[in-house]
């Protein structure tokens, strides 16, 4: 387990050489996880976020690589800035990894049409918003509708779905369906801009060990639930940040050039069941 997650968060070098990347929700968690393999691999990386203080931190550990841009992906303005600053400081986009996300555990009986709305916004909303400028700024690099993508013209997305976004669960249902759009906009997209040299594709992480999913190691219950949680999963743990990047740094490299509209499960074979 160790090697394969240090093989994982090592990286080989260069695999994203040149390319300019933008990464929302790259403060933390598995977003800063594909920031740190990016920038590893040679990308340029944009890094965004809500979180200041998390966005500091990764620009000053990798400096030379990333830089950043502090906003809310569910405002349009500011998923339109998140992809400017991109072609300003970069001259294009290449890659964008839609990862920002919240995470509300709640049974719908709990729930409220605030809820709803405020996960509908940055999960549903957002990813729209960051894919719509992405693929304004990938489309004039495109192909001509003749071949698609081919020499890696154009430019990949990878948004980041779910277990839950894929399948039903209990206890999901508040959040479960914001991460459809995920998965939903990876296929429609996929299909629309194929023959224009643009690839989407999606992952569906399993659970996977965050800082904050670590946090509840420490609360009352939190244990018993994460053991529970590792049950569910047939590798019987739960996946590392690193582990999910190295999924989406294969779908946004060239290595991946025919492969578009795919939703990959990075999930220790839950999905499979
Ligand atoms: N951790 C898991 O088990 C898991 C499993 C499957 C899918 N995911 C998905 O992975 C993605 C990342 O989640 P994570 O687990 O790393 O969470 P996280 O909370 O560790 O990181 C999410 C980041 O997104 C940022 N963010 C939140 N709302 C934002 C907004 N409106 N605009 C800009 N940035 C915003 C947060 O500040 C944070 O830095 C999410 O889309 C989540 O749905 C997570």
């Known amino acids: ?31 800063r996880a594909v920031a740190e393999l990016f920038a590893r691999e040679g990308a340029s990386v944009v890094a965004t976020d809500l979180d200041v203080d998390g966005l500091r931190r990764l620009e ?14 569910s405002r349009d303005e500011d998923a339109r800035r998140m992809v400017a600053a991109a072609v300003e400081r970069h001259g294009r986009l290449d890659v964008l990894v839609a990862n920002a996300g919240v995470i509300p555990l709640m049974e719908i009986t709990e729930a409220g049409a605030d809820d709803w709305d405020q996960v509908m ?24 509708g003749a071949g698609g993508g081919r020499d890696g013209a154009g430019g990949a997305i990878v948004c980041v779905s779910s277990i839950s976004g894929v399948a039903g669960q209990r206890g999901q249902a508040v959040y ?27 992952v569906a992480p ?59 499960p990075v999930d220790g074979g839950y999905l499979a069941q």
């Open 1 to 31: 387990m160790e090697d394969l997650k240090t093989a994982a968060v090592r990286g080989s070098g260069g695999r994203l050489a040149g390319k300019s990347c933008v990464v929302t929700g790259a403060a933390n968690g598995i977003g």
């Open 60 to 73: 000053k550990q990798l400096p030379q690589a990333v830089s950043t841009v502090v906003g809310d992906v």
């Open 121 to 144: 916004a940055v999960d549903g909303r957002g990813m729209f918003l960051t894919c719509k400028y992405a693929i304004e700024a990938m489309a004039p690099s495109g192909g001509d």
């Open 176 to 202: 479960g369906p914001a991460k459809f759009v995920a998965s939903g906009l990876a296929k429609h997209l996929a299909v629309e801009w194929a023959d224009r040299g643009i690839r989407v594709n999606a």
């Open 206 to 264: 399993g659970t996977i060990t965050t800082e904050r999913v670590a946090r509840l190691r420490d609360e009352p219950g939190g244990p018993e639930y994460l053991a529970a949680i590792e049950q569910l999963h047939p590798m019987r743990r739960l996946g590392a940040p690193e582990e999910v990047a190295a999924a989406v740094l294969f779908l946004a490299s060239d290595e991946a050039s025919f492969i578009t509209g795919a939703v990959l």
